[in-house]
């Protein structure tokens, strides 16, 4: 009778798969097309991936200056920094859309709260709350907000 695999036996066995294919089939490679020629194609990927990167970050900064038309609030929304006194747009511009939002609707008022860097079951590293507003008056930062140097 055939003895069972144990458990750690059965995960050393995934991981040499897992590592080891991936390592045999680029050594089968390197040996077909030749190891200078695979190094240059990894090459040409990784700086094709970095011009791509830098050009959507200028990209980016071209857009919030047209938008925006203040070097110093575009360089501060780049650095992904929230301050107080900064509208809803500049939020979304600087750190994107919320992980969640946590809503609240009275009568006169809706009071939202933003919520970014998840980190657990209802944890998060930043919650930026929109200043409470009428349903007619824009959404201000809450004065309560971390400023720049706090965050990040």
Same mark, same amino acid.
């Given at each position: ?11 050393? %066995?995934? +991981?040499?798969?897992?590592?080891? !294919?991936?390592?045999?089939? $680029? ?12 190094? %240059? ?6 700086? !094709?991936? $970095?011009?791509?990167? $830098?050009?959507? %970050? ?5 857009? &919030? ?16 920094? $929230? ?8 939020? &979304?511009?600087? &750190? *994107? ?16 709260? +933003? ?9 998060? *590293? !930043? ?26």
């Amino acid at each position: 009778m055939a003895k069972k695999m144990t458990k750690a036996e059965t995960q050393g %066995i995934f +991981w040499l798969v897992i590592i080891g !294919l991936p390592i045999y089939g $680029i050594m089968k490679l390197g040996e077909s097309v030749g190891w200078v020629s695979l190094i %240059i194609a990894v090459a040409c990927v990784i700086a !094709l991936a $970095i011009w791509l990167y $830098i050009s959507n %970050i200028k990209k980016r900064r071209e857009m &919030l200056l047209k938008k925006y038309h203040d070097p110093k609030l575009v360089e501060a929304l780049m650095a992904r920094r $929230i301050w107080q006194g900064q509208t809803a747009e500049q939020v &979304l511009d600087s &750190l *994107g859309k919320p992980h969640d939002v946590d809503q609240k609707l009275l009568k006169t008022k809706k009071k939202e709260v +933003w919520k970014y860097h998840h980190q657990g079951a209802n944890r998060y *590293g !930043l919650r930026a709350p929109p200043q409470p507003t009428s349903t007619t008056a824009s959404s201000n930062v809450h004065q309560s907000c971390q400023s720049p140097a706090q965050h990040y």
